[in-house]
């Protein structure tokens, strides 16, 4: 075909076609144009071999190992060579216990103990899978059960770890447009649940209600301006029963008065009231004599007064069953071993057999401690006179790293003399990192003797640190 006719019919093809196609085959005809003339245009920097070789020299890569501290703790830890209980071995040392958390000195029980093993050569050691994934052994749901039970609610679900409860459960409500109250003084797992939720948090002053109100009032003002967003907003308080770092209860009564007046869900974190107060052991609603209802979610720890691992939360069947599908630490980690499962059952069991004398005694010993600790000459006593955890703060405050120094020396001579008696240690990563304390811990099985005995070292101790 001649090229002439050729040419005509492209022409013909082109004319055929709809405007659109010619206006989009001009704009990409004006854009490679564009490119290439600005390409052409752009002049390329080298780099000399100089200046490598100069930035490599100034380069300075950060260390896989960050410096530490040489008198950090964990550089020089204790021994400890015997089971936990009322007296524990450390170093060589033995020692009246006053360092841990085992409240009814259920770690060295007996019938606890023939119960786990009994269990062990039942059901083996580990649940293989979590909970929805073949890890359910049917002692998981009679813990539930037992649990729900004791704290007079509908359901209860138990989780392998006593920290991812908490830090699981805030998460597990909590979304990103909801706005979350909560004590400045809250533990390490709630401040990493209130993290995960993505919500907005605002802190009030330790145990303030009247600060709680001012910023629930400014909020309610900011919503009076715009009642349609306002109303997709859910609002959260939470709290400690009894705090980890101060050992101060909650005014659980004025709380859930500002909940029902400014519509707020109260979840509570009892890991230590749990067990310890109330008439029966049910905590701080029973304490306060609060309804159960008017509490959305109780969150307890199954390593304090109970002595085993894990933790659970209890209330209704709507709160706890949305848990089983959205609780990661409950969907993604490895159930509770069964063997733990059936000592918790086991303790639970004692406390409501034996409920008159186990807290009836651990309640005399801590009013007792309390009253003598709060005569000490060098420290400012920080807990409720019922609280088996209970804080000294120096007097005179100093700065931390002083502060730090001089209680060391304290809880190392205590040790020395046979009272085991410890410093806590805090996590750089915490919001607020608290003051440095002696932490000590009380249980019914202490004497009178041994009451006597831990003052007494105490004061003895500290009057030869701030004398040196």
Not at 73 to 81: D, G, H, Q, Y
Request: charged fraction near 25%; glycine fraction near 6%; aromatic fraction near 8%.
């Amino acid at each position: 075909m001649p090229v002439k006719y050729k040419l005509l019919e492209s022409i013909n093809i082109f004319g055929s076609s709809g405007q659109y196609e010619i206006v989009i085959g001009t704009f990409i005809g004006l854009w490679l144009i564009w490119f290439l003339s600005k390409s052409r245009k752009t002049k390329r920097v080298g780099v000399s071999d100089e200046e490598v070789e100069k930035k490599l020299a100034e380069w300075r890569p950060e260390s896989l190992v960050p410096e530490v501290d040489q008198n950090h703790p964990f550089l020089t830890p204790r021994l400890v060579s015997s089971k936990i209980g009322k007296r524990l071995t450390i170093d060589g040392r033995d020692c009246l216990n006053l360092a841990t958390h085992n409240y009814f000195g259920f770690l060295a029980d007996k019938r606890i103990e023939e119960k786990a093993i009994s269990t062990t050569r039942k059901y083996g050691i580990g649940s293989c899978g979590p909970r929805g994934f073949y890890g359910t052994v049917d002692v998981h749901l009679d813990l539930e059960e037992r649990l729900a039970k004791f704290m007079e609610a509908e359901e209860a679900i138990v989780y392998s770890y006593g920290f991812s409860t908490v830090a699981s459960a805030i998460p597990a409500y909590c979304k990103r447009r909801d706005i979350i109250f909560t004590d400045e003084k809250v533990n390490f797992p709630i401040q990493k649940g209130l993290d995960a939720s993505r919500s907005t948090v605002k802190f009030f002053k330790h145990n303030d209600s009247e600060d709680l109100e001012r910023l629930l009032i400014e909020q309610a003002q900011v919503e009076a301006k715009n009642p349609k967003k306002a109303e997709k907003i859910r609002k959260f308080l939470v709290i400690e029963g009894i705090y980890m770092n101060t050992g101060l209860i909650c005014p659980l009564p004025e709380l859930v008065a500002l909940c029902r007046k400014y519509k707020l869900r109260l979840f509570i974190d009892e890991s230590i009231s749990f067990g310890t107060l109330g008439r029966t052991g049910k905590g701080v609603t029973e304490y306060f004599g609060v309804p159960r209802h008017q509490v959305d979610m109780i969150v307890g720890s199954l390593e304090w007064a109970v002595a085993s691992i894990g933790g659970f939360c209890v209330g209704s069947s709507f709160v706890i069953e949305h848990q089983r599908l959205s609780g990661l630490g409950y969907c993604f980690s490895a159930s509770l071993p069964p063997l733990l499962t059936a000592a918790a059952i086991t303790a639970i069991d004692i406390m409501e057999q034996e409920s008159n004398d186990l807290f009836t005694k651990l309640r005399d010993n801590c009013i007792n401690l309390h009253t003598r600790l709060s005569r000490l000459h060098h420290f400012e006593l920080s807990a409720l006179p019922e609280s088996p955890v209970k804080h000294l703060f120096l007097r005179k405050e100093q700065n931390r790293q002083e502060e730090d120094q001089l209680l060391k020396n304290i809880s190392d001579k205590c040790i020395n003399r046979n009272l085991a008696i410890i410093t806590p240690v805090y996590l750089h990563t915490e919001r607020q990192l608290p003051r440095p304390s002696l932490r000590i811990c009380v249980s019914n099985t202490l004497e009178e003797k041994d009451l006597d005995f831990a003052v007494e070292t105490l004061e003895k101790c500290s009057n030869e640190v701030f004398q040196l």
